[in-house]
């Protein structure tokens, strides 16, 4: 089945025809800013082309979303399974409260990527920017795995300010030789080569099967910085008192 879009076209009724298709298969054209596009969805398989806007993908539950353009803020937001493959740059807040499932995205994201990021059992959510991420990445991570691989050519850092600011579980993979800002003291760091951290290998492996411009040995074969809680000095007051 085929959509096309035009800029008046409501949310709410682009949403409604997705949801009501029969077909397991959707490609949406022309898309500019519709907001929750496959909120919720399972079981479908949805190719984007143009720029959705906030919340695609929220409370995802299987669905596997491709983007052929750019996405705006709170990509994934609280999904819980499928795969969101974004070919283009995302906005702020990408995968927030993300449970499960997986978000590639191939260019940059902006603030906050990862807040409040948690696993559950057998539900580890991943997220991988091939580019950069903005400031307080990981904010609050509580599980999951965060990969930044920083295979951006503005000659920006992979990370702004404010990495892992709270961040009480789950992983980054950050790859660099030094760490270009600050990390917090309640951070362990450590550096290896991509290719001795066996998970990461995994996940470089599906992600470049989407992206297979990149030069998946040249990523593995780099230096990348390990990040996680230091349990010997964890954030002990993260919230007020009633």
């Known amino acids: 089945m085929e959509i096309n879009v035009d800029e008046n076209l409501h949310f709410q009724v682009l949403n409604r025809r997705i949801r009501e298709s029969s077909e397991r298969e959707i490609t949406v054209r022309g898309i500019i800013g519709q907001r929750y596009v496959g909120a919720g969805l399972s079981d479908k398989v949805l190719n984007i082309y143009g720029t959705p806007g906030n919340a695609l993908g929220a409370y995802l539950n ?7 353009g750019n996405a705006q803020d709170a990509t994934g937001d ?28 191939r260019g940059n994201t902006g603030y906050r990527c990862g807040i409040h990021m948690k696993a559950f059992k057998q539900l580890k959510p991943v997220i991988v920017i091939g580019g950069r991420a903005g400031s307080f990445l990981g904010e609050y991570q509580a599980g999951g795995i965060i ?4 295979c951006n050519t503005d000659g920006l850092p992979i990370i702004n300010n404010f990495c892992g600011t709270g961040m009480h579980g789950g992983v980054m993979y950050l790859r660099c030789d030094e760490l270009p800002h600050r990390i917090p003291a309640q951070i362990r760091r450590e550096r290896k080569r991509g290719a001795d951290i066996p998970e990461l290998c995994e996940i470089v492996e599906d992600y470049c099967s989407y992206f ?10 780099s230096n990348f910085f390990i990040l996680e809680p230091d349990r010997e000095n964890p954030y002990k007051r993260m919230y007020t008192d009633n």
């Open 62 to 68: 299987g669905c596997d979303v491709s983007v052929y």
């Open 78 to 105: 609280t999904m819980n399974g499928g795969k969101i493959i974004i070919y283009g740059n995302a906005g702020d807040a990408t995968g927030y409260a993300m449970r499960g499932g997986k978000i590639y995205v």
């Open 147 to 150: 990969a930044v691989l920083g």
């Open 212 to 221: 297979p411009d990149f030069d998946k040995a040249a990523i593995l074969s």
